[in-house]
């Protein structure tokens, strides 16, 4: 299976910050790969498909890059609503297979 | 409303099998592909299976988890036969737009259900 590897697992930022997380592949999966924000108790909800797509209705202070390897989800300006975990996930291959996580804390 | 909701979720003692349910309203069911996702406590999400818009072409992350659909109900199922331990979790359904671009489809999960718990212990 592909392996998916976030970093960091963990992160406190200020309101207005910028903040970036980064998703590695194991494997080559061109621009397959989505982004997911979750708050507790709730379901994992879209922000981000084929690397740098933007779900509709999400803000557009989200933004996603990269293909291959290496991919990014940026919050260009953070905003209080934005804690919670963010996780990405692999479409490329089957299992899909999802990172293990970051954990956004707003200050 | 477009909404999903899940259900079957249960206490079930190892070894034994499950089958949980998903209803779609509010969209046509029969456009889309269709996903199972289980999250188990205080871990991450982790996919399970997925199942085209008419079937019969299903995917799934071990042989025990048999996903099927009956688009004249609108709903999707899950069988799980030999249940673990670690099989416990919250059982999400989500929707796949199925993205078409540039000769690709992309996976986006854009609608999920509130899930349902199935617990497994003795």
């Known amino acids: 299976a592909i392996q998916m590897t976030q970093s960091p697992s963990s992160l406190s930022a200020s309101v207005g910050d910028r903040v970036t997380i980064t998703c590695r592949a194991s494997?080559?999966?061109?621009?397959?790969l989505g982004w997911y924000q979750q708050k507790p108790g709730k379901p994992p909800k879209l922000l981000i498909f084929a690397a740098s797509t933007l779900q509709s209705g999400v803000p557009s202070r989200f933004s996603g890059a990269g293909s291959g390897t290496v991919f990014t989800l940026t919050i260009s300006s953070l905003q209080p609503e934005d804690f919670g975990t963010y996780y990405c996930l692999q479409d490329y291959g089957y299992p899909r297979t999802f990172g293990q996580g970051t954990r956004v804390e707003v200050k | 409303e477009v909404q999903l909701v899940e259900s079957g979720g249960a206490l079930v003692q190892p070894g034994r099998a499950l089958r949980l349910s998903c209803v779609g309203s509010?969209?046509?069911?029969?456009?889309?592909?269709m996903t199972w996702i289980r999250q188990a406590p205080g871990r991450g999400p982790e996919w399970v299976a997925n199942?085209?818009?008419?079937?019969p072409k299903t995917y799934s992350v071990e042989g025990r988890f048999i996903m099927s659909r009956d688009n004249a109900k609108n709903s999707v199922y899950l069988q799980i036969n030999s249940l673990r331990a670690d099989d416990t979790a919250v059982y999400y359904c989500?929707?796949?737009?199925?993205?078409?671009?540039?000769?690709?489809?992309?996976?986006?999960?854009?609608?999920w259900g509130r899930g349902t718990m199935v617990t497994v212990s003795s």
């Open positions: 509010g969209f046509t069911f029969a456009d889309y592909w």
């Open positions: 989500a929707r796949d737009i199925n993205y078409h671009a540039s000769g690709r489809w992309y996976d986006a999960f854009d609608v």
């Open positions: 199942i085209e818009e008419n079937g």
């Open positions: 494997q080559h999966i061109g621009s397959d």
